[in-house]
């Protein structure tokens, strides 16, 4: 098992948003986008089921998933892979893990089921220029993505 880090925790914080990858009983491949997705400590991620039928079905026929995000403008994220398993919101173990998780959600979009991720595996993804571009700095790399992105920063 390997553990979602103080490091790989922030990053989930200020994630927007998650892509989950599943497989289906006839080895189909399935990738979606979550949004309302948490740690619960160290040991498992969560992912709220709102309206993701294929991923909760794929995961009961193969629990092997990988989740990934990213921080677009920092352009450095997280891939965990892992074992998934589904729990019914109705099931007293849904609110007993996933309070968090649900109160980011409910009342506006009801969850049906809590995906919860246990990881095995853990690894950086960062783009390309933190290899090739080794010497631009933050603040210079945030600059490019706000312009690549059409962005401008709120004022603190
Ligand atoms: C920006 C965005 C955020 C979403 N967040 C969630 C979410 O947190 N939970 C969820 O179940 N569906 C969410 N969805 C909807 C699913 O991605 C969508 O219903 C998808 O078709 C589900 O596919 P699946 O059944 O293959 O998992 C989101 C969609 C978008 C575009």
């Known amino acids: 098992m390997a553990k979602l880090t103080e490091a790989v925790r922030a ?61 677009v403008f920092r352009q450095l994220g997280w891939k965990i892979v892992g074992e998934a398993r589904v729990i019914a919101r109705d099931d007293p173990e849904a609110m007993r893990v996933g309070a968090a998780l649900i109160g980011m959600a409910e009342p506006d979009y009801p969850v049906r089921h809590v995906i919860r991720v246990t990881p095995t595996k853990i690894a950086r993804i960062r783009a390309p220029s933190y290899v090739l571009h080794p010497e631009m700095d933050e603040a210079e790399r945030l600059a490019r993505t706000y312009r690549a992105y059409g962005v401008r920063p709120a004022a603190r």
């Open 11 to 71: 990053d989930i914080d200020a994630s927007v948003l998650c892509w989950l990858a599943t497989v289906g009983a006839d080895g189909t491949p399935n990738v979606s986008p979550k949004e309302i997705f948490c740690a619960e400590g160290e040991a498992a991620l969560l992912i709220a089921d709102i309206a993701s039928p294929v991923s909760v079905a794929n995961i009961r026929a193969n629990p092997s998933v990988c989740v990934s995000f990213v921080d």
